[in-house]
């Protein structure tokens, strides 16, 4: 079935320095790639998202990145701070939305 | 301001029972989503809406059921038939008819004890 890979499962950076989270999908089909952020007790939330006709977004700190040949997709946050520190989570859409499985940032000063 | 509101944010239930968890958003979303949370699973998709009057399964509904009689409600009843019920429960919506991101609720935390 449809699947999203998430890696890795926790990340843990010093202050100012950058994230990468990387993930992978496997239905050629999907076109729509959101990324969320859940802190912890709340709903998560949408950060940034890209569409399969574009290959980079960038939005501040935060950017992400599609390969479609290699249906991989990235997220990039540089100069980190402590109030990065949360669950993301990946995801990929053709007729549904499917989700990875999370990556857990702690970002220390 | 316009959100989606689910409550309550904390719910007991007996073994045996069954228990209805309220999702509402004022959006004028089409579609509305449940999903359950466990410890590093991601999110899975319990039963979703596109149309008022219409929902289709998803990846885990056994021992779950849903309405959709107004479109800004869909209450999620999790049954005495749910095998392990205890988790964090998220309800979604979003615009259809192009790539519009999900708006979350901030979830309902479910306990069997």
């Known amino acids: 079935g449809e699947n999203v890979e998430q890696h890795p499962s926790t990340l843990s950076v010093q202050e100012g320095d950058s994230a990468v989270i990387k993930c992978t999908y496997s239905?050629?089909?999907?076109?729509?790639f959101p990324w969320y952020k859940q802190e912890l007790g709340k709903g998560p939330q949408l950060i940034i998202d890209?569409?399969?006709?574009?290959g980079e977004k960038k939005d501040q700190r935060i950017a992400v990145t599609l390969n479609k040949t290699a249906k991989h997709f990235s997220l990039h946050i540089t100069e980190t701070q402590p109030e990065d520190s949360a669950v993301y989570f990946c995801?990929?859409?053709?007729?549904?939305?499917?989700f990875g499985t999370g990556t857990r940032l702690q970002v220390f000063p | 301001d316009g959100g989606i509101t689910q409550s309550p944010k904390y719910l007991f239930r007996k073994e045996g029972q069954n228990v209805t968890l309220s999702c509402e958003q004022n959006?004028?979303?089409?579609?509305m989503y449940w999903y359950r949370q466990d410890p590093g699973q991601g999110l899975r998709l319990i039963y979703y809406s596109q149309i008022v009057n219409d929902f289709q399964k998803g990846d885990i509904a056994e021992g779950y059921s849903v309405s959709r009689e107004k479109k800004e409600s869909f209450p999620l009843t999790v049954t005495s038939a749910q095998k392990n019920p205890t988790a964090f429960y998220l309800c979604a919506s979003r615009l259809t008819g192009g790539h519009y991101g999900y708006t979350f609720g901030s979830g309902t935390r479910l306990t069997v004890v």
């Open positions: 995801a990929a859409r053709s007729d549904k939305l499917i």
């Open positions: 239905d050629s089909a999907s076109n729509y």
């Open positions: 959006l004028n979303h089409d579609a």
């Open positions: 890209i569409r399969s006709n574009v």
